[in-house]
């Protein structure tokens, strides 16, 4: 135990790992249009915290997969994720001009390079899995699996339909049970599918692996509800200068519905039946994922 | 042989066979907002030829394997194209209000759910994909690298690229290698594509693989020398109103480059060449295969 790394020196660790696999990722020498390569590379490369493919690495490795299996995956994922971001920032979803307080890829390429780079990374998400099994030898049907679950949990099922009803809950109503709908899918759909590709590449059970998704459904849940205190304790800092357009465009959140201290008992609860799902599940070694758990719990941004 | 449907009997029943199947391709009793199910329906059921669909179904019949293994697989492909037409339309990209007579995409459900359906039926034809080992046996390794081939060939380094390359190619310049590149990559590798899924589910070997591939280059570069060509012969016709600025907006075409009689020999020459390497591939079966590239050259529109 004394040569464990502290969860603080494994996080930059594996965020350190996936940022140099994701500069690979895309050949270096391919007969592709120099604008689309550097587009894509772009978005890829502009930060983030790396939570997903962090969740495939950290998955795997509970059930004593190597890290190097689990990187082909973890790095799917974050194109899927980078994807999705690069398509809700157009001017036609949320006209966003920054991120991260980088440009957004469509104000660096253009609207039209911006869609189809964005078309392409979804693409080559579904090469990159291929590759677990050509350079790891992760087993073909398990990589099967890992494609159907991608393509459920990413599709319309799942993340894009969590942003088709969010943009339809921005034009009106919104009722809790629609604003799950959302968390759920938008956000929640990627963690699940991190968790149960990673969970698959080392060898769950059926079991295991329905632990696994009501783990990540949970916390997914947790940290968006979380994300929903932070918007808003944030805007309280700038209540001075608030004004009735701000307050007209005030997003629907969790607080908004049943208020701001069944809000923060809502994620300190789904958080622990979260770890409790992974408890029950019996994994090799459940200690980074509970770490995992805990500090998603305890950000403050 | 005297049971043998003759060729547009085998063209109707396979068109109509491809569409049935697309009808259902999506569940119908899913959790998805129906405005992005709608949408997602609407150009999946534009019409079309079908064209891809068919190659694939004929590749897999030219081995001997049942039609139903090759449908999930044919819808795939077709939801790889419809995506890419949504795409296309476009505000941003070609800004086209009409396809085939019937309003485009976006011009129906708006710009952001016309993204967002072209998404999710790109990622739900990896669904589909898989679902042919689920539901027809074809074996997982076969399913594996048809996974692969798709995200290449519809990708970065296939189709996306070649849109890219196509839009490039408007603002400015064109040579004839860079229009090759356009045809060979927009088109002609979504063909490759069907051809050799097709063949994969059919069990080929590595050769005769190589040999449709061949085939489906040459036939995808016929196929739009052919289009470069009737689109020139369209707007003879309209000559007598030609305007000075629709000589500026002249589309760089094959004609354009190597003159028409050339192109009209490169269509012939390029359409026995594939023939050749089809015939060399010794299939089981390959009359419907050659039937398909000399109903695809003898075409008027």
Known sequence: MSNRPSFQVYLEEVTAAVTEALKHTLPDHWDVPQSLTDAMQ???MAGGKRLRPLLVVAAAEAFGAQRTAA???????E???TYSLIHDDLPAMDNDDYRRGKLTNHKVYG???????????LTHAFYSIVQAGRRSGVAADALLSIVEDMSELAG???MVGGQVADMEGEQGMTDLSQL???????????IVFSLIAGARIGGASEGQLEALRVFGRDLGLAFQIQDDILDLTGDEQKMGKKTQSDVNQQKVTYPYFIGMEASVDEVKSLTQS???ALE???LPDASRLLEIADYLMSRDH
Not at 71 to 77: D, G, K, S
Not at 111 to 121: H, M, S, V
Not at 183 to 189: E, F, P, S, V, Y
């Open 280 to 282: 029950r599940a019996e």
């Open 111 to 121: 609207e039209a390079t911006a869609i189809l780079a964005g078309d392409a990374l």
């Open 42 to 44: 772009y978005s890829l």
């Open 71 to 77: 990187m082909p995956v973890a790095c799917a994922v």
């Open 274 to 276: 979260a770890k409790d």
């Open 180 to 190: 799950q709908y959302i968390h759920l899918h938008k956000t929640g759909d990627l």
């Open 79 to 81: 194109m899927v994720h």
């Open 156 to 158: 319309a099922r799942g």
